[in-house]
C-alpha cells in the first residue's frame, strides 16, 4: 500500500479539509509476541497535542502454526510513557470491542497473516500522546504485529 501524505488543503473524510499548517505523517510501532501466552506491547513516538487520528492499519506476520492458534490485540493512545503490557493496558482504547458481558475485550486473529485498517478520522486535543498495541499470542510459536497510524498535526 502507498501511504499518502496529507497537504494543505486536502480533503479528508466527510468533508474535512487540513488546515494551513498542518502536517501529516505515520508513526509505527511492532509488538514481538512469545509463544505460550507471554503478552508483549509496543507503543510510537509521541505526537502533537492536537492531532487527528486519520488511519489505523496492523499487519500480522505469523510464524508456522497450528489451526488452532491465534493472536489477540488492542490498539490503544495513552498520555504516559509505559514499560509494560500491564501498563500500556490502562490507556484508552482506539478500536474498543464489547464483549457479550459487558466488558471491553481484546480482538481475536486466527490462523493465517495479512493487514488491516482501519479509518478512524478521529480528533485528539489537549495534550501530547502515544499511540501503541498489546498482543498475545495462545499458541506455540512466535508472532510479530506491526502497527502503522497516519496522523494530522498542528492544527
Not at 497450528?66 to 484508552?92: M, Q
Not at 474498543?96 to 486473529?109: D, I, L, N
Not at 490462523?111 to 478512524?120: D, I, L, Q, V
Request: net charge neutral.
Amino acid at each position: 500500500m502507498a501511504v499518502r501524505r496529507a497537504v494543505d488543503g486536502d480533503v479528508m473524510a466527510a468533508g474535512l479539509v487540513v488546515p494551513r499548517g498542518a502536517k501529516g505523517r505515520v508513526v509505527s510501532c511492532d509488538v514481538p509476541m512469545q509463544s505460550g501466552g507471554v503478552p508483549g506491547f509496543g507503543v510510537t513516538e509521541p505526537v502533537g497535542q492536537d492531532c487527528w487520528l486519520v488511519s489505523v492499519r496492523l499487519w500480522f506476520f505469523p510464524s508456522q502454526g497450528r489451526v488452532s492458534d491465534y493472536c489477540e490485540f488492542r490498539v490503544l493512545t495513552g498520555l504516559t510513557e509505559v514499560a509494560s503490557p500491564v501498563e500500556i493496558l490502562t490507556w484508552e482504547d482506539v478500536l474498543p470491542k464489547m464483549s457479550p458481558t459487558g466488558q471491553f475485550t481484546a480482538w481475536r486473529v486466527f490462523e493465517g497473516g495479512g493487514s488491516r485498517e482501519w479509518t478512524m478520522s478521529r480528533l485528539y486535543r489537549g495534550s501530547e500522546r502515544r499511540f501503541g498495541i498489546w498482543g498475545q499470542k495462545v499458541g506455540n510459536f512466535a508472532d510479530w504485529i506491526w502497527a502503522s497510524f497516519e496522523v494530522i498535526e498542528g492544527m
